[in-house]
């Protein structure tokens, strides 16, 4: 393949299965150009990623304009080594840590690197940055220690050293422009669908996956890692209401990675929470599981209940839309952006009117049928070429 035919576009996963919305991120952004054959016509991707990943990018190993490539089959050069000492002087634990990435964009005459979230960067043309959100804030408290500075720091960094910016949200990009007015050059908000593999979609084992982990009977779900600002403790508090006012035992069932590197204590006052209300059998907590059993285990969901205090472009959300799920959203701004007729709304702390919402939808007799005439297909294909002119942007 030469250079001057396509442009050459490296994708790389940062985060591993600790931060699986990092790893769907990535997922989702290809996603959206692959709906676009015009713009597939133009470029040719690779994606390197680590191999416990595997499996999350399969269905694209069919596409033969993406290249997949593995972390830890690259070696740096002796020559090129040597270049990347003269950039990083002092700093070769940093380098050597990014020597996978170095090695793969000098091997296969990268043009565009993306997403650009470190510091240190030798190709300063070719990255483009992203930051998901600004979280730390609105709520520098879910941000312990030094990892509030760290944080700010980063970001900092990042929006003063970008060539170009990419944004999920017009919500982040709000936040943007308030807290790095100086630097609002060549940034662009581009949203993503989520890419569901279309054979979960197409796919029906709902049965099999409630058998398999002991859900019995109706329930809503809630999709999300344990950390502090996903706000679980509103739909607990909601269901105990419920449970106390009415007699009525709603279930829920919970994925997610139960830990908050954060804040180490949250789990420990969750689970508090379910002892003192006695919601044991109320609350189903499965953990991280499999994509595949997630996705069933939606489908077969009353509705989807997303809680998060903030997102920068909510995952969760998009999984319920494409899966054409009925969503029950707390108001932050950008579940307003994201919200289609499938949608209602609750005040993201206001647990009674959130347990008024949820034994209306209990209390309904017939299945649910979606309102909104939503192609994921098409609005992938939209943001796609949102996203192709953005990196193409001169």
Not at 35 to 49: A, G, P, R, V
Request: glycine content about 4%.
């Amino acid at each position: 393949m030469n250079k001057k035919e396509k442009l050459h576009i490296l994708f790389y996963t940062w985060s591993g299965k600790d931060w699986m919305g990092g790893v769907y991120y990535i997922r989702n952004m290809l996603f959206g150009l692959l709906q676009n054959k015009n713009i597939m016509d133009k470029i040719h991707i690779f994606l390197l990623i680590d191999r416990e990943l595997q499996e999350e990018f399969s269905d694209f190993l069919e596409y033969k304009e993406i290249t997949l490539l593995y972390k830890g089959d690259y070696k740096l050069s002796y020559q090129f080594y040597l270049k990347a000492k003269s950039y990083y002087y002092n700093h070769l634990r940093k380098m050597n840590a990014q020597k996978d990435l170095l090695a793969v964009i000098n091997k296969y005459t990268i043009d565009i690197i993306y997403p650009m979230c470190f510091r240190d960067d030798i190709y300063p043309n070719k990255g483009i940055m992203w930051i998901p959100d600004l979280q730390h804030i609105h709520y520098p408290e879910f941000f312990p220690g030094r990892e509030l500075e760290t944080r700010d720091n980063a970001y900092r960094y990042l929006a003063e050293k970008h060539v170009k910016m990419i944004l999920s949200s017009q919500s982040v990009m709000k936040d943007y422009e308030l807290t790095y007015p100086h630097y609002t050059k060549n940034v662009f908000v581009v949203p993503f669908v989520s890419a569901i593999k279309e054979s979960l979609i197409n796919d029906n084992r709902v049965d099999e996956c409630q058998h398999k982990y002991h859900i019995a009977g109706k329930y809503f779900m809630v999709a999300n890692q344990y950390w502090k600002h996903k706000n679980h403790k509103v739909v607990f508090e909601a269901i105990h209401l419920i449970k106390e006012q009415y007699g009525i035992d709603i279930r829920i069932v919970s994925t997610g990675l139960m830990q908050d590197v954060r804040n180490d204590n949250y789990i420990n006052e969750l689970k508090e929470m379910i002892e003192k209300y006695d919601l044991t059998n109320n609350i189903l907590q499965l953990g991280l599981i499999s994509r595949e059993d997630q996705i069933q285990i939606m489908k077969g969901a009353l509705a989807v209940v997303q809680p998060s205090l903030f997102e920068g472009w909510g995952t969760v959300v998009e999984d319920a839309k494409t899966l054409q799920k009925r969503i029950v959203l707390s108001d932050i701004d950008v579940h307003k952006e994201q919200a289609n007729a499938d949608c209602v709304f609750f005040e993201r702390n206001n647990a009674k009117q959130l347990a008024d919402i949820l034994l209306e939808i209990w209390k309904e007799k017939k299945q649910y049928v979606s309102k909104a005439n939503y192609n994921y297909k098409e609005q992938a294909a939209e943001y796609g070429k949102l996203f192709y002119e953005a990196l193409i942007h001169e």
